[in-house]
């Protein structure tokens, strides 16, 4: 295999772990509990979230959980709608950013969002260390080119690995501009399968807003929902459970959209 080829996989993998992480763990366990985490995974993804992905689980779970109270209205923090496709790649950094600092800051109207997620802000982010965890990922990726002399696959490992920001602009603009819908949800959520493919089954926008309790965002076989796909992996393990919603729920909802002909 050649070496352009391997700095290719490991983007991709890297990539492809940041997005399963956050789709997962932050997004279909803690702002929606579609799946239910072992104690342990629990307190694992809680405290190695931030170093992994460089972004904190209670501030995710809470502006995306006021993405989807307000969905394509003036107060969601990253639609196209309000910002056009290019600029939501800025207004959701700033949506996090105003976030956190509110969560940090114990302002009531973020804190009464996520009241029930039982784990503090980070402890980088509570000293206002956000980018310590960048710091660590650029450490890590300067000692892999050291080590073996690997520069462009240490680079490779790092942009993947932290490319939630470039994950997010595909889902939170494409996601709500550009696919087709299945359900006449009140918002502008589409279904956008290249951005599934690529983002864990996040392009499906229109399905999950549809029923944002189903685990499973795929709701026709040719669907991608790859992180589904690990859930289910990880529920064979034993890591976690998927309820019993994600399973019969999107069946049931494609039954009734298409007027009981399946
Ligand atoms: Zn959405
Ligand atoms: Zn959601």
């Known amino acids: 295999m050649s070496y352009a080829i391997l700095c290719l996989l490991v983007l991709l993998g890297a990539f492809f772990f940041s997005s399963s992480y956050i789709t997962v763990f932050y997004h279909r366990a803690f702002a929606h509990g579609s ?22 689980p209670k501030a995710w ?10 969905p394509d209205q003036s107060r969601d923090p990253h639609s196209p709608a309000n910002v056009g496709v290019a600029g939501v790649f800025l207004a959701q950094l700033r949506a996090y950013e105003r976030i956190l600092a509110g969560l940090i800051g114990g302002k009531r109207s973020y804190s009464a969002v996520v009241k029930d997620l039982d784990f503090p802000i980070s402890w980088a982010n509570r000293r206002q260390l956000w980018y310590l965890p960048y ?26 690995l932290l490319a939630h920001p470039v994950q997010g602009w595909l ?52 669907e991608p929902d790859p992180g589904y796909a690990v859930c289910r992996g990880l529920s064979r393990l034993g890591i976690l459970s998927i309820n019993k919603h994600a399973v019969d729920a999107p069946r049931v909802a494609l039954l009734s959209a298409a007027g009981g002909r399946g």
């Open 135 to 160: 710091v660590v990922q650029i450490g890590v990726a300067l000692a892999l080119g050291f080590a073996f002399d690997v520069w462009l696959l240490a680079a490779c490992f790092y942009a993947g």
């Open 171 to 222: 889902v939170n603009s494409f996601g709500h501009a550009s696919g087709y819908r299945t359900f006449d949800t009140p918002d502008d959520s589409r279904n956008n399968l290249p951005i599934a493919l690529l983002v864990s089954g996040e392009g499906l926008q229109n399905n999950h807003h549809h029923d944002p309790d189903s685990a499973r965002f795929s709701y026709r076989n040719w």
């Open 35 to 56: 799946v239910t985490l072992g104690a342990r995974t629990r307190r694992f993804a809680v405290l190695a979230g931030p170093w992994i992905t460089g972004i904190d």
């Open 61 to 70: 779970a809470c502006m995306h959980r006021l993405h989807h109270r307000y």
